[in-house]
């Protein structure tokens, strides 16, 4: 696959992609997502977890991940729409979780990046009754956290969920935290950038068995794609960027994720 004329490499035959974390219910795939997917598989990915933001993107994401033998899906509510979602919704949300190919209670947490969004308590109330969800079925929790790190953690630390804080853009301190709970950090593309000195110290710090990898497609394509619409298959950069960092191979890097990522959401890809 090359994109912009940069080569995608293609994977070794015992390197296999898990991207814990896809949004390919964005409109930017309508236009190619089956022919991109028919791909992806070319390219080693063996799974991905694809996440919902709102009730509606939620329907989206879970049709998508019965009609494809290797996509997953998470249910759940962004906090960029804590304010928007019904009791009613709840409801049908919560029907989602008997369906097999939902794993996660997903995409949830806390965002006060923008004024204009939700209010704080808003948002702490539609996480924690998302967390409470988890909990009563038994499944783990994709956390979105940004700017709201305190907040976060102290919700984290009080429930004590399963599950991972997706994304990662904490302190190695906070990071330790996470850990001790029993939870995953999830790394993007993000590590690959030339400002990315948090992202870094993390990867220096974080035990290889609690680390997840993901691309929060389609955004935060690692470099050399930064800016563009991202997919699994660049996932290869970021293992490479991390594998650099631990001093380690990037079949080493792929497998302990993919084996993390199965553990977490009790999968077998």
Not at 73 to 86: K, N, T
Not at 149 to 161: N, R, S
Not at 203 to 223: G, K, N
Request: charged share 30%.
């Amino acid at each position: 696959m090359i994109i912009d004329s940069f080569e995608i490499p293609e994977l070794a035959a015992d390197e296999r992609i898990f991207d814990s974390h896809a949004h390919y219910d964005d409109d930017s795939f309508d236009a190619d997502r089956d022919a991109l997917f028919a791909d992806l598989e070319g390219f080693g990915v063996c799974g991905i977890i694809n996440n919902g933001s709102s009730f509606e993107l939620c329907k989206k994401g879970l049709k998508l991940a019965e009609k494809y033998n290797f996509l997953y899906q998470a249910v759940g509510i962004h906090p960029e729409f804590a304010a928007d979602v019904s009791d009613a919704e709840f409801a049908e949300l919560e029907s989602m979780l008997d369906n097999k190919k939902v794993v996660a209670v997903g995409e949830i947490g806390l965002d006060y990046h923008y004024d204009d969004g939700p209010s704080k308590e808003v948002q702490h109330e539609v996480f924690i009754r998302q967390i409470e969800l988890a909990q009563k079925h038994n499944l783990p929790i994709i956390v979105h956290d940004r700017d709201a790190h305190a907040d976060v953690l102290e919700i984290l630390k009080k429930y004590g969920p399963k599950g991972v804080v997706h994304c990662y853009s904490g302190s190695v301190e906070m990071m330790k935290e996470i850990l001790k709970i029993g939870m995953y950090i999830g790394m993007t593309g993000v590590v690959t950038f030339k400002n990315a000195r948090k992202a870094v110290e993390c990867m220096e710090e974080i035990p290889l068995d609690r680390l997840l990898i993901e691309t929060d497609c389609p955004y935060l394509a690692p470099v050399p794609f930064r800016a563009k619409r991202c997919n699994s298959s660049m996932i290869t950069f970021t293992a490479e960027k991390i594998a650099e960092i631990k001093g380690i191979s990037r079949a080493e890097v792929l497998a302990a994720t993919r084996e993390n990522t199965n553990w977490l959401f009790n999968l077998n890809r």
